[in-house]
């Protein structure tokens, strides 16, 4: 595929597939990280209005690769029928001795959730993209410890206590979107490339 120039072939996007956020959702993500950050962690926060819930990571694509990516998560979407999300409590990966990602967690009906994303997986494997060998744990990131730091064990316990008691938002799941994360010094910027939107379940 030539770029707009035409040039020669245009280098891969960074794509993976996700759910938007509420705004309920996203305060919710702010208050989160409002809470964490009183207990002075080494961590890079993520910007709110830039946060998703990511259903499956593709990594580097073939930009030409998007018109037939589009069309098998519409087919996926149509599949299922719309359901609503809660902004649950928050936790680290991989554990609280080694912690390097701050999450926030949902609840309600996962095992739609679930469905979906073993959907989208199976779908994308048969367009010749590998499996996810990790299982899927939805999350919603609000930061990530800084390279080389260690945060104090006393201070992320308390850190995790803070936002568990802050009130769960709602997340409606209505759509499916392909998006492109361009990374640079300001952070990733995020570009929605189809949104495909889920339908009655039949």
């Not at 259903?55 to 599949?79: C, H, M, N, Q, Y």
């Amino acid at each position: 595929m030539e770029d707009e120039r035409g040039v020669g072939p245009q280098e891969p996007w960074r794509l993976f597939v996700a759910i938007d956020l509420s705004e309920e959702a996203r305060g919710a993500l702010a208050e989160a990280q409002s809470a964490c950050r009183r207990c002075d962690l080494p961590v890079r926060w993520v910007d709110p209005q830039g946060a998703h819930l990511t259903v499956k990571f593709l990594g580097a694509v073939e930009p030409d690769r998007v018109e037939a990516l589009a069309g098998s998560l519409a087919t996926i979407a149509a599949a299922h029928r719309p359901f609503l999300l809660w902004t649950g409590p928050a936790g680290v990966f991989p554990s609280p001795r080694r912690p390097r990602v701050l999450w926030l967690g949902v609840n309600g009906p996962t095992d739609c959730l679930d469905d979906l994303q073993q959907d989208v997986e199976f779908a994308l494997h048969g367009l010749g993209f590998p499996l996810e060998g990790r299982p899927f744990r939805p999350h919603l990131t609000l930061g990530r410890v800084r390279d080389g730091a260690a945060p104090d064990a006393a201070g992320l316990a308390r850190a995790l206590e803070e936002a568990r008691h802050l009130a769960p938002a709602p997340l409606p799941v209505r759509d499916l979107l392909l998006m492109r994360s361009e990374l640079g010094r300001g952070g990733p910027r995020y570009t929605t490339l189809a949104v495909a939107r889920l339908g009655d379940g039949r």
